[in-house]
């Protein structure tokens, strides 16, 4: 077969640009260029998890085209959650390797498999670890995002059309992760898991809507649903949690209490409109009494971002009797109970949960790039490092340390 080799091919690129600078952007050409990579193998740089917790290894690997209702996409910046670091370490959860991982990410389509309509080559887009086929119960209803076919599957090493791998090196397959499989130059993802967004969206800043942020937003902005003037409590100040509080302040909440035990996020939580701080350590009484007579009968709403089954438990008791909402986000441990007197139910208040901030990716994420875009939405403030694709394990040490709440990976530099 044909291969494009991207690194090598990447110089003589760039001297077809500057010979074309006369008449066509640099855009124009290398869109050019790229489309003539199309059913053919890309070999590039991807960063490989060989064996959990050991560093990632920068290598070249070959990408496969992409098949019916694949695309292929040219990575242009990537950011490190959470959730990579977690099947990274892979304790607690099946270990797959050799893997690419990698979900939050902008970049723009190479080229696209049979079957593809909405989406061509030259395409802005974000990759969704969770997605959108348009045809399940859950697509066609108004209420849900959890879609039958491409659900999250955080166990699946392979595309879900023939279960196999479009990534090889030296001829021996590495398992794909969550679908997207980001911390490579080139990758291939179901389109159903790719968002089409404005192509005058900064990719750098955009790429952290892919997960993470869109999560925590969503879960204020679409389930909360705070009203001008509330408060809100928001569990958990980690980067999902500072996305709920930037959420509330979006709806205009008047008071937000950011609850964590750990003191040094209190700091970062100021920039992000959190007007108080409460941690539980620091109290003998229960958390949720605290925030009771601290607002007078309770919060109006309260978001739990952390996977703690107490702090769940407390963001649904510290809500107003009569009105107040508390949606959970965190993920909790697998033999977790969440144990609470009915009665906080017959007082009229509730419960919800939510996933992905209760967004459709194919259908919402478009809508919350152009927040950003109109800047009701900021998220500048969450992007705290960038780093070169060759430092990647730079990022995961930054995240480790809990010194970020964003890391970028900039894949040209
Ligand atoms: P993070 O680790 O950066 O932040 C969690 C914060 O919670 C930390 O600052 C920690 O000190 C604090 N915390 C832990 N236990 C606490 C307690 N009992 N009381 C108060 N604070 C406590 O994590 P993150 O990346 O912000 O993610 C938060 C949660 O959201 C995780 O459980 C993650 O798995 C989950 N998540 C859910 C979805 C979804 O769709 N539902 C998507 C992404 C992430
Ligand atoms: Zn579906």
């Known amino acids: 077969h044909i291969l494009f080799h991207y690194q090598l091919d990447k110089n003589h690129f760039?001297?077809?640009?500057?010979?074309?600078?006369?008449?066509?952007?640099?855009?124009?050409?290398?869109?050019?260029l790229i489309m003539s990579t199309a059913g053919h193998f890309i070999r590039c740089l991807a960063a490989v998890a060989w064996e959990a917790g050991k560093p990632l290894v920068m290598e070249e690997v070959e990408v496969a085209p992409p098949q019916k209702h694949e695309v292929r996409i040219k990575v242009h910046f990537t950011s490190l959650c959470h959730t990579?670091?977690?099947?990274?370490e892979a304790k607690g959860q099946t270990p797959l390797f050799p893997r690419i991982l990698g979900h939050e990410a902008g970049g723009v389509v190479e080229s696209v498999g049979e079957g593809v309509t909405d989406l061509q080559s030259g395409?802005?887009?974000?990759?969704?670890?969770?997605?959108?086929?348009?045809?399940?119960?859950?697509?066609?209803?108004?209420?849900?995002?959890?879609?039958d076919l491409l659900r999250i599957n955080t166990d699946r090493g392979g595309m879900i059309h023939d279960g196999e791998s479009r990534f090889s090196s030296n001829g021996k397959p590495i398992h794909h992760f969550l679908g997207t499989s980001t911390f490579s130059e080139f990758t291939v993802v179901h389109s159903g898991q790719v968002a089409k967004i404005n192509p005058e969206a900064p990719l750098d800043k955009v790429c952290i809507l892919s997960c993470g942020l869109s999560t925590g937003l969503g879960a204020t902005l679409n389930v909360a649903k705070p009203k001008r003037g509330q408060s809100v409590a928001v569990y958990g100040l980690g980067a999902v949690g500072l996305a709920a509080a930037e959420g509330a302040r979006i709806s205009g909440a008047g008071r937000i209490i950011g609850v964590d035990l750990n003191p040094n996020r209190f700091e970062e939580a100021k920039k992000f409109g959190v007007t108080d701080f409460v941690n539980p350590r620091e109290h003998d009484k229960p958390v949720q009494q605290v925030i009771i007579e601290m607002t007078d009968g309770g919060v109006d709403r309260s978001v739990e971002c952390t996977g703690s089954v107490q702090a769940m438990i407390q963001a649904f008791e510290c809500v107003h009797e009569?009105?107040?909402?508390?949606?959970?986000?965190g993920v909790p441990r697998q033999d977790d109970a969440f144990r609470t007197h009915p009665m906080n139910f017959l007082n009229e208040?509730?419960?919800?949960?939510?996933?992905?901030?209760?967004?459709?990716?194919?259908?919402?994420?478009?809508?919350?790039?152009?927040?950003?875009?109109?800047?009701?939405?900021?998220?500048?403030?969450?992007?705290?490092?960038?780093?070169?694709?060759?430092?990647?394990?730079?990022?995961?040490?930054y995240m480790s340390k809990g010194e970020c709440i964003r890391c970028i990976i900039d894949m040209g530099a």
């Open 123 to 147: 395409d802005h887009v974000l990759t969704i670890f969770t997605g959108e086929c348009g045809n399940c119960r859950h697509c066609h209803s108004e209420e849900s995002n959890m879609c």
């Open 84 to 88: 990579d670091v977690c099947f990274w």
């Open 349 to 397: 208040r509730t419960l919800k949960g939510s996933f992905f901030g209760n967004y459709k990716p194919k259908t919402d994420i478009p809508g919350v790039v152009e927040k950003y875009m109109n800047k009701e939405l900021d998220l500048d403030k969450f992007i705290t490092h960038t780093v070169p694709f060759s430092k990647i394990n730079e990022a995961f040490d």
């Open 322 to 329: 009569g009105w107040g909402v508390a949606v959970l986000v």
């Open 14 to 32: 760039s001297s077809l640009i500057s010979h074309h600078q006369a008449n066509k952007t640099k855009d124009q050409v290398l869109s050019l």
